[in-house]
């Protein structure tokens, strides 16, 4: 089941516990032991810039797979570690990433150490939003035999109230050159809804070949014990260029291409419960300026897209996903259901060679 880590940061003794949970997620990825050391010091190091730089903020721990899935290799675990604030944010992120750099009268290594250690890093920051700064730490990564793809997949989860588990699950699975994307949302909260959203995932892994209908109509059967759940998927060949997508509950989901953007529209119903008769499948061109962002409703349906949105190749998925639930949420709209964001995008030329 998805287990999740929520750790805010509002005063020095929360930065043990960072350290302490990034531990145990590392180890409950399989990580080797300098890799989990590796965890441990990225999240204090992230936590301890949280007070110093924002007054605070939370620290997001979840177990993920690779952002570009390679080809049989879409098991693998990664801990990522998601650094979320609304502090003033930075003018220049990239001066902030050299060594010596400080506006805290300290060393200034925080944020470059962070980058060297992790296998993915990733800075966003808006002045007078904030700052998000991932990290993605995991066993050494063996080169893919079938070649990289032009797409990486990123997102965030959030358990409602800080749960240990989350009712919302995702996966992301490639297959030659088809990337399948899909985004759970089990019925409720709590372990019940996420042994329903874990069911899906384990039907998209065992059979991410199969068109997002037929998925779907897979999912029903295995979730026919369960809660049951929201679900679409979308399904990319990039070959073709061809975006398909299926959906049956309420599953948010919107491509954007360029400066427009359009939802997809799921079917109601329930996974394991109430499956529509008919589920035809969307088909959408996708180009090089395209993103796709998959939502539960824990977000605001009607969410405005961040300055995050606008630069899909510069940043990570995971990234983009963390600045639109982030910039969705505030004290007059609290968060009453587990949150999960997850974005495909297209992958910027220097992880294609």
């Known amino acids: 089941m998805p287990r999740v880590w929520e750790v805010p940061v509002h005063d020095s003794t929360r930065v043990r516990g960072v350290r302490v949970a990034a531990g145990a997620a590392a180890r409950c990825a399989g990580l080797a032991e300098d890799r989990v050391v590796a965890a441990e010091l990225v999240a204090t190091e992230l936590a301890t810039n949280l007070l110093k730089h924002a007054g605070g903020g939370q620290i997001l721990l979840d177990l993920v797979g690779p952002s570009v899935p390679a080809y049989g290799d879409e098991r693998v675990s990664m801990v990522q570690i998601m650094a979320v604030d609304h502090g003033p944010g930075m003018r220049d992120s990239d001066a902030a990433l050299r060594d010596g750099y400080s506006t805290a009268a300290s060393l200034g290594a925080g944020l470059g150490t962070c980058r060297r250690t992790a296998d993915d890093f990733g800075l966003h920051s808006t002045p007078g939003r904030g700052t998000i700064v991932m990290a993605r730490i995991g066993p050494r990564p063996n080169r893919d035999p ?50 329903a959203s874990t069911a899906a995932v384990e039907v998209v892994r065992t059979a991410p070949h199969l068109p997002p209908a037929d998925l779907l109509r897979r999912m029903h059967g295995a979730l026919r014990d369960t809660r049951g759940a929201a679900a679409a998927v979308a399904q990319l060949d990039v070959t073709a260029g061809r975006l398909y997508f299926a959906g049956v509950g309420n599953v948010g989901a919107r491509l954007h291409r360029g400066d427009s953007r359009h939802g997809l529209v799921s079917h109601p119903g329930i996974v394991g419960a109430h499956f529509p008769a008919h589920l035809p499948a969307r088909q959408e061109t996708w180009t090089d300026d395209c993103l796709l962002v998959l939502h539960s409703d824990g977000l605001p349906s009607r969410w405005s897209p961040g300055p995050a949105v606008h630069a899909p190749t510069s940043l990570d998925p995971a990234v983009i996903a963390a600045s639109i639930v982030r910039d969705a949420s505030s004290a007059a709209r609290p968060v009453r259901d587990d949150t999960a964001v997850v974005v495909l995008s297209p992958c910027p030329p220097d992880r294609l060679s």
Do not use: Q
């Open 146 to 195: 079938a070649g990289p793809l032009p797409v990486r997949a990123g997102g965030v989860n959030i358990p409602l109230a800080a749960a240990e588990f989350s009712g919302d699950a995702w996966a992301c699975v490639r297959t030659s050159d088809h990337v399948t994307l899909m985004l759970a949302d089990g019925l409720g909260h709590g372990p019940l809804a996420a042994r």
